[in-house]
């Protein structure tokens, strides 16, 4: 069997055997393509296996109820294992954020485009530098040059619309995907 | 020597068709070794040791260890109050980190004061490299296990670099976690980890060893080894030697293992991890701290964002190191006939604890400012200095051979004859 084998693939070839393309480099480059190939589809369960899994993709919605929330009070709520803040701001706040020149900011974005409601900002209260926890959540924390959140591991400082506005972190605090449901509900996720 | 066969039968019978002993006869016992090896050389037998020591009570340690959010630091306090010898097993691994990064910092020094890296060794030299980055791997997700404040914050701010790379970061970085944030799929993970790295350092020490006895130990003069009358035989000479220096380290760890064991933690690594919580000042382990400056002392450069600069930085300050061999033009290994790199060695060490004195402290005012100059420095060191050295320094004489120094008048033909009575007492 083997020997036929043989003997058909040599029939089958040029006669110069030392240079040029051959049926046996292409048997190599087919064998190496098709083993590569094989062995990228075997890696994918190993690499995908460590993404998130499905009951914690399913954490990914949270229902917030907005009533007890007064003027000028800001809350923490769990959203995928992330601290969000909602933060019912107050006319000067709003004002702070609206006022601002776009052209002053690092990571310019009116304030309208960051909120759906003025009176509520949501935003995920991950610092975007290093992803430490933005202090300004109490009365007694300090909150940062532009009156709104200030970052502790580096000195991020963030203003009342979640923009960042002097220190090392590139980009704004992330606003989440949400949707007001009633005029006292949100559903973040 | 290798030729001499074994007395005993069963020995004989083995090594005929395993030859394990002669192999450590060769390697271990007969291995001829410069004889002008210093105390700098203990390092490397030291460090190995450190590596079965960490080894050794980690699989003991994670006999009574739960990787899970909610048991993870409980769990850790159970060995220190309740589990037989726990508290000492842990201090000792926990002391053990430090004084590992410690003989391998001193070892590494040691290769850049006598040019261990140049030819012939530059694969061995890589091969520390990559050691040194696997054991940074290993202990970095070491101390994230106990899940304290510092574990979980370490965690979070070291694995969001990956958020720097353009277009891709953010999914990295969630791959990495197996979530959205640092959670329980990411202490599972890196609990199996921890325990794999430390044989694939194994694997790669094993390399190592290798590659050393195939270009053999350089040594104080930097100068190749003329003939026998230049080497000892590794035992006795040089393993009574290690042994010293095993003693004097055990010493030293033990002490801080007993009477300071949480000199080098964090008060705040006692504090369960909270997610929603971050320290005030969250510090590496001091092993890392050079690197910590590195990584924020970068601003924006140019259209790269300081994020992302400080962690090419960091990865370059030590990818740089590959490349030495090839940076440093000097013809000349050790420093000793080096005149102007014996001093800018020491300015390097210099740079390097001040690097870590900046990573210490808030990137703020005046340590920002140290922390990037000596940054600028390290890297001026590496990529100005040493090709330019290779130019301009005028090295003094080299020594005939490792004889002449040691033994007066005796060359590289006389030194034999200097050298065999020794040779013979043994």
Redesign the interface.
Same mark, same amino acid.
């Given at each position: 069997m083997i020997d036929w084998l043989w003997t058909m693939t040599d029939k089958s070839q040029p006669v110069d055997h030392g240079k040029g393309e051959t049926r046996r480099d292409f048997l190599y480059v087919a064998t190496a393509t098709f083993g590569t190939l094989g062995a990228a589809f075997a890696a994918w369960p190993l690499?995908d296996v460590?993404?998130?899994?499905a009951e914690?993709r399913a954490l990914?919605s949270t229902e917030v109820d907005l009533a007890p929330i007064a003027e000028g009070q800001r809350i923490?709520i769990?959203w995928?294992?992330?601290?969000v803040f909602i933060d019912r701001r107050t006319p000067e706040r709003i004002r702070a954020a609206e006022s601002v020149d776009l052209d002053a900011l690092i990571d310019p974005q009116p304030d309208s485009a960051r909120t759906q409601r003025p009176e509520w900002l949501v935003v995920v209260g991950?610092c975007t530098?290093?992803?430490?926890?933005p202090l300004g959540q109490k009365a007694t924390d300090p909150w940062g040059e532009y009156g709104g959140w200030f970052? &502790?591991?580096?000195?991020s400082h963030y203003d009342t619309s979640g923009r960042i506005r002097k220190g &090392?972190a590139?980009k704004n605090l992330e606003v989440p995907p949400y949707e007001f449901l009633d005029d006292s509900t949100v559903l973040i996720g | 020597m290798s030729e001499r066969t074994w007395n005993n039968r069963l020995i004989k019978w083995v090594d005929d068709r395993l030859p394990v002993f002669t192999i450590l006869k060769n390697e271990l016992i007969d291995y001829p070794t410069p004889k002008n090896l210093s105390y700098w050389w203990n390092f490397g037998s030291l460090a190995g040791v450190m590596l079965v020591i960490m080894t050794v009570t980690g699989i003991f340690l994670a006999m009574h260890y739960t990787p899970h959010v909610d048991l993870a630091f409980v769990s850790v306090e159970r060995i220190m109050r309740d589990v037989n010898y726990g508290w000492l097993l842990r201090y000792i691994h926990l002391n053990g980190g430090s004084a590992f990064f410690l003989v391998v910092y001193i070892h590494l020094f040691r290769g850049l004061y006598y040019g261990s890296y140049k030819s012939p060794r530059e694969v061995l030299w890589w091969l520390g490299l990559i050691i040194l980055i696997l054991m940074m791997a290993t202990a970095f997700m070491g101390y994230v296990l106990p899940w304290g404040q510092m574990s979980f914050?370490a965690a $979070?701010?070291i694995?969001?670099?990956f958020?720097a790379i353009p277009f891709v970061g953010e999914t990295i970085t $969630?791959?990495?976690?197996?979530?959205? $944030?640092v959670?329980n799929?990411t202490l599972n %993970?890196f609990y199996s980890l921890h325990y794999l790295l430390p044989f694939v350092i194994f694997a790669v020490v094993f390399l190592h060893m290798l590659a050393l006895h195939t270009s053999k130990s350089n040594n104080p003069l930097g100068i190749d080894v003329k003939g026998p009358q230049d080497t000892l035989p590794f035992h006795p000479y040089y393993t009574v030697k290690d042994l010293l220096g095993l003693g004097v380290l055990l010493a030293i760890l033990m002490g801080f293992v007993f009477f300071a064991p949480n000199f080098f933690g964090e008060p705040e690594n006692y504090i369960p991890a909270d997610?929603?919580? $971050?320290? *005030?000042?969250?510090v590496p382990e001091w092993y890392f701290l050079p690197f910590y400056a590195i990584l %924020?002392a970068v601003p924006d450069i140019w259209f790269i @964002? *300081?994020?992302l600069a400080g962690l090419m930085a960091m990865a370059a300050s030590l990818l740089i190191l590959f490349a030495l061999p090839w940076l440093d033009t000097s013809k000349v290994r050790s420093a000793r006939f080096r005149p102007i790199y014996k001093q800018v060695f020491w300015i390097l060490v210099v740079d390097c604890i001040v690097l870590g004195w900046a990573g210490a402290n @808030? @990137?703020?005012g005046i340590y920002l400012i140290v922390g990037r100059i000596a940054t600028a420095y390290y890297f001026f060191h590496f990529l100005i200095l040493m090709p330019l050295l290779g130019f301009m320094e005028r090295p003094h004489p080299l020594p005939e051979s490792i004889s002449e120094p040691v033994v007066k008048g005796a060359g590289a033909v006389a030194g034999g004859a200097a050298a065999e009575p020794m040779e013979k007492a043994r």
């Open positions: 690499i460590m993404n998130p899994s914690v990914s923490t769990k995928r294992g992330r601290p991950v530098h290093l992803g430490c926890i970052c &502790p591991c580096h000195g &090392p590139p | 914050w $979070t701010v694995t969001s670099l958020t $969630t791959w990495l976690w197996g979530g959205f $944030t959670g799929p %993970r997610p929603f919580l $971050t320290p *005030a000042h969250i %924020r @964002p *300081a994020k @808030p @990137p703020e």
